[in-house]
C-alpha cells in the first residue's frame, strides 16, 4: 500500500479541481442541497479510477500469489480464503477512493444522507469487489510487472470512453452511473443494478476456476458459470440498450416541502435554499395577486402554488388552481430574489383569451406583439417586476426583429401613457390592448 500517498492525493486534488472548477463552494453550500445529487455528483469523477487503481493492484498481488506459490505452499486452505485476505487492501484501496471524497462533500454540504443516497457508493464499492477478483485472476496468467500498469490504464480507458461511444447500452453498464440526478430525484433499482451484474456475474464465472476440485470439475462448473455469465451481460444489455443518453431509470418526488398559509398554499422544497424564506415568499404572492386584482387583471387566485424544484427533470405545468412556479431557484441566495417571485406570479396570472404562437415564422405579421406586450408590461410594473420582463424581451426581440430597439421603445410607450390614466381607465386600456393582441394574432394567422 505504499501507493497510497499518491491515489490519495490525486483524489483530494481532483476532487476540489473537478467539483468546484465550475461551481464555487459558496454557491454549492447556498443551495439546492439533496443528498442523493451530491453523493451521485461527487463519484462522477472517481468510479473510473477506483476501478483503475483497484485493477492495477490486484493484478500485482494475483502475480505475488503465483510468483510466492501461495496456493501450492497451502492445500488445505481454500483458495477464497488466501484471495480474500491478499485482496483484503487491494479492495480497501478502492473503497477508499469512492468514500473518500462522498464523505468531503458530504461535510461541506452538512448534508445526513439517506440509504437511498448511499446506493450509487454501495454499486461502485460492489463493481470495485469484482475488478479485484478479475485483476487477481489476471496476475495469475502474465507477468504482473508488465500488466499491473497496463490493465490500470486499460480500465481507465474502457470506463472512460465507454460513456462516449455507440451503443447506448455500454454507458449504462460501464459502472460509472451516467444518468444524472436531479433535486428530489433518486436511482430506481434497476439503473444500479444492471451495471453491477454486468460486471459481478464475469468476477464470479472467473472465481469459479479457484474452486478446490479436480481439473475436469472445474472445466465443466467453469464452463456453466461462463455460461451464466453471458446470459446474464446479454440481458444487461439488452435492458440498458432502452435507455437514453443519460436517461437511467429514476424517481422523482422524494424530497421534503415545507409550506405556510391557504388559499394559496405556498410550498417551497426542503434545503431548496429559500425555505427559511417561506413566509417572505408567501407575502409576495399574495401581495402581487392583490395588486393585481385591483388593477382590474382577472387572476383566478391557485389553491396552492408549489415549488418546480419539488418536481424533479420532468416539470408540472400549471393549472389555475396549482401553480408551479422556481421559487427556491428564485429566492434563493444564487437567485434574482423577490423580484424573480413577483416576474413568475406575474407570467402565471396574466392570461388572454387567446394562443399566442410561441414563435415568430418569417414573413408572418407581428403586430400584436407590441400590444400584447404593452399590456404585461403595464402588469409587470404594477408588481415591481418590469426589469426581468425587459430583459428577457430584450433578448428575443433581438434575435427576431431588425429593428428591436423601436419596437421596444414603442412597447415602454405604450406601457407608460397606460399607466398616466385613471384607474378605472387603466383597466379599461388592459382589457381593450387584451382584445386588439389577440384580433391581430388571429389575422396574421389567416
Not at 461535510?107 to 463493481?127: K, Y
Not at 478479475?134 to 496476475?139: F, I, K, R, S, V
Not at 472512460?160 to 455500454?170: A, D, H, I, R
Not at 402581487?288 to 391557485?302: E, H, I, N, W
Request: charged share 15%; glycine share 8%.
Amino acid at each position: 500500500m505504499w501507493t497510497a500517498p499518491v491515489w490519495v492525493g490525486i483524489v483530494v486534488f481532483y476532487f476540489f479541481h473537478a467539483l468546484h472548477l465550475e461551481d464555487p463552494y459558496e454557491e454549492v453550500v447556498s443551495g439546492p442541497l439533496w443528498a442523493p445529487q451530491q453523493v451521485e455528483q461527487s463519484l462522477f469523477y472517481f468510479y473510473a479510477f477506483a476501478y483503475a487503481i483497484t485493477c492495477g493492484l490486484a493484478v500485482w498481488e494475483g502475480g505475488r500469489l503465483r510468483r510466492d506459490g501461495v496456493w501450492g505452499l497451502a492445500p488445505g486452505r481454500s483458495r477464497y480464503r488466501v484471495a480474500a485476505h491478499t485482496l483484503a487492501p487491494v479492495v480497501g484501496a478502492g473503497w477508499l477512493i469512492l468514500v473518500l471524497p462522498v464523505v468531503m462533500r458530504l461535510v461541506e454540504t452538512r448534508l445526513v444522507p439517506t440509504p437511498q443516497a448511499l446506493m450509487p457508493l454501495l454499486m461502485g464499492m460492489g463493481v470495485v469487489v469484482a475488478w479485484a477478483v478479475l485483476g487477481c485472476a489476471l496476475g495469475h496468467l502474465t507477468p504482473r510487472l508488465i500488466t499491473a500498469p497496463l490493465s490500470a490504464v486499460f480500465v481507465y480507458y474502457l470506463i472512460t470512453k465507454s460513456g462516449q461511444v455507440e451503443p447506448v447500452w455500454l454507458r449504462h453498464v460501464s459502472g460509472a452511473t451516467d444518468t444524472s440526478l436531479d433535486f428530489g430525484e433518486q436511482y430506481r433499482a434497476l439503473t444500479l443494478l444492471v451495471p453491477f451484474l454486468f460486471t459481478a456475474t464475469v468476477a464470479a464465472a472467473v472465481a469459479v476456476w479457484w474452486l478446490p476440485a479436480s481439473r475436469t470439475a472445474r472445466r465443466g462448473v467453469g464452463a456453466g458459470a461462463a455460461t451464466a455469465a453471458l446470459v446474464v451481460m446479454v440481458l444487461c444489455a439488452n435492458t440498458a440498450s432502452g435507455w437514453g443518453y443519460g436517461d437511467g431509470p429514476v424517481s422523482a418526488g422524494h424530497a421534503s416541502a415545507r409550506c405556510a398559509g391557504t388559499a394559496p398554499r405556498v410550498c417551497v422544497a426542503e434545503s431548496g435554499g429559500a425555505e427559511e424564506r417561506l413566509d417572505q415568499v408567501r407575502s409576495e404572492i399574495v401581495r402581487s395577486l392583490t395588486t393585481l386584482r385591483q388593477a382590474g387583471v382577472r387572476v383566478t387566485v391557485p389553491t396552492t402554488v408549489s415549488d418546480s424544484l419539488l418536481t424533479g427533470r420532468h416539470k408540472t405545468p400549471s393549472t389555475r388552481s396549482e401553480w408551479w412556479l422556481p421559487l427556491s431557484q428564485q429566492a434563493g441566495k444564487n437567485g434574482p430574489g423577490m423580484v424573480g417571485v413577483r416576474y413568475g406570479v406575474l407570467l402565471t396570472s396574466v392570461r388572454f383569451p387567446c394562443v399566442f404562437p410561441s414563435s415568430i415564422q418569417p414573413g408572418q405579421s407581428v403586430d400584436w406583439i407590441v400590444n400584447h406586450d404593452a399590456a404585461v408590461l403595464w402588469a409587470a410594473t404594477l408588481v415591481d417586476a418590469e426589469e426581468p420582463y425587459l430583459s428577457r424581451r430584450r433578448g428575443e426581440y433581438g434575435g427576431s426583429f431588425q429593428n428591436p430597439r423601436e419596437v421596444l421603445e414603442k412597447v415602454q410607450e405604450r406601457a407608460d401613457d397606460a399607466a398616466r390614466l385613471a384607474p378605472k381607465q387603466q383597466r379599461a386600456w388592459f382589457q381593450d390592448e387584451q382584445r386588439r393582441a389577440c384580433r391581430l394574432v388571429q389575422e396574421a394567422a389567416a
